[in-house]
């Protein structure tokens, strides 16, 4: 493995697959002799591809050669599951699923809604595409609880001013870094109290927020009593550009930052960083005209709602409290008792 073969890693491992090797050695050169001329891959892109050689363990066995780094990801990665890493843990993944259940009704997920249309009868159809295939869906009402840019995209046909006022919102990305710390080697003593932290642009570092998870979420210091959990931010708005570095650099990033704020912490047994591309809107000045605007065009709609991040507070309470609202409002324009 070179820097030239690094694009092409995905690819080699499907065909690994593919020809139903038994075992798939990477070799990480030592570029040397005739192979001086290879460039050789940085640390920090080494680690990477030691840890997608391990992701690729279920479907292939793997191992490398000259990577002696391998072993030490294993073992960390091992760790980590050991400790259930499985987000199933978590009390809001269980959220959706008990609101279902609590109202009988079917969620059906991995399934993207592609278009609305109007039926004759003055209700909606409801065009989805599953891993299945596609799915039509007839529907008295529809609450569109997706982000403001895919609202704009299903609306476009139906209503004349909300789908430009919604794409107008703009969006921010975020990359959130989480790493595991071993308690008993870690520098966490400088740690403040408290569920962690928030920095302004003003302070001049990267890292926008530090939550320590073990502290906030009592299940997380439960499942992993001997590791300390913690969750760095990166990408204010306009900072997107930030999120182009790869994971490792985002990892070393958030570490310096944290050395910055609270001392140094040591190294994280392991670290994952989780992209979150235009998952947080910005309100802009005008934001509430805007609002009303949205809301005027879409009551010229019957049996059709908006809800989410997008309207009046990106806080999971809030959202909540709008999609109550987007119900209510359909109810009530049914004339079905709430
Ligand atoms: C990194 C990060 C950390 C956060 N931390 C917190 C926190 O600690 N506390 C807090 O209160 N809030 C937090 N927030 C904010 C909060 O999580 C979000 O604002 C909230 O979850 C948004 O909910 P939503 O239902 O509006 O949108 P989303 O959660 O974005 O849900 C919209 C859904 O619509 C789906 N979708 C899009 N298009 C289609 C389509 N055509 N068909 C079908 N489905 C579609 C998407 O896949 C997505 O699942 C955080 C946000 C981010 C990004």
């Not at 870690?186 to 570092?205: E, I, Q, R, T, Y």
């Not at 704020?261 to 994952?272: D, I, K, L, Q, S």
């Amino acid at each position: 493995m070179t820097r030239s073969s690094l694009p092409d890693l995905a690819d080699i491992a499907a065909l690994v697959k593919r020809e139903g090797a038994m075992l798939w050695s990477g070799f990480v050169l030592v570029p040397t002799g005739r192979g001086a001329g290879l460039e050789p891959l940085t640390p920090d892109e080494i680690e990477d591809v030691l840890h997608f050689l391990y992701d690729c363990g279920p479907v292939i066995a793997t191992t490398t050669t000259e990577g002696h780094h391998f072993r030490r990801v294993a073992l960390q990665r091992a760790i980590l599951a050991r400790h259930g890493e499985e987000p199933e843990l978590g009390p809001l993944y269980g959220l959706p699923l008990a609101v279902a259940q609590s109202c009988g009704a079917r969620a059906l997920t991995g399934t993207t809604v592609r278009a609305l249309e109007r039926t004759a009868s003055g209700g909606w159809r409801v065009q989805a595409a599953t891993a299945d295939g596609p799915l039509l869906l007839s529907a008295d009402a529809v609450i569109l609880a997706v982000p403001a840019f895919a609202a704009a995209d299903l609306l476009g046909p139906h209503a004349p001013a909300a789908p430009t006022e919604l794409s107008a919102i703009p969006y921010g990305s975020t990359a959130v870094v989480t790493m595991a710390f071993a308690r008993d080697r870690a520098g966490l003593a400088g740690l403040p109290s408290g569920n962690g932290f928030l920095v302004p642009p003003v302070d001049g570092h990267t890292v926008k927020a530090a939550t320590f998870l073990s502290n906030k979420w009592g299940w997380q210091a439960k499942a992993a009593p001997d590791l300390f959990l913690l969750r760095a931010s990166i990408g204010r708005a306009g900072e997107e550009h930030l999120l182009d570095r790869p994971d490792r650099h985002l990892v070393r990033t958030a570490l310096n930052d944290l050395h910055h704020a609270v001392g140094p912490v040591g190294e994280p047994v392991a670290a994952r960083v989780t992209r979150w591309d235009r998952g947080l809107p910005q309100y802009t000045v005008g934001h509430t005209a805007r609002l009303a605007r949205i809301r005027d065009d879409i009551a010229g709609l019957p049996g059709l709602e908006v809800c989410g991040a997008a309207y009046e507070g990106v806080g999971i309470a809030a959202c909540v409290a709008t999609g109550l609202a987007a119900a209510e409002r359909v109810l009530d324009r049914a004339g079905v008792p709430g």
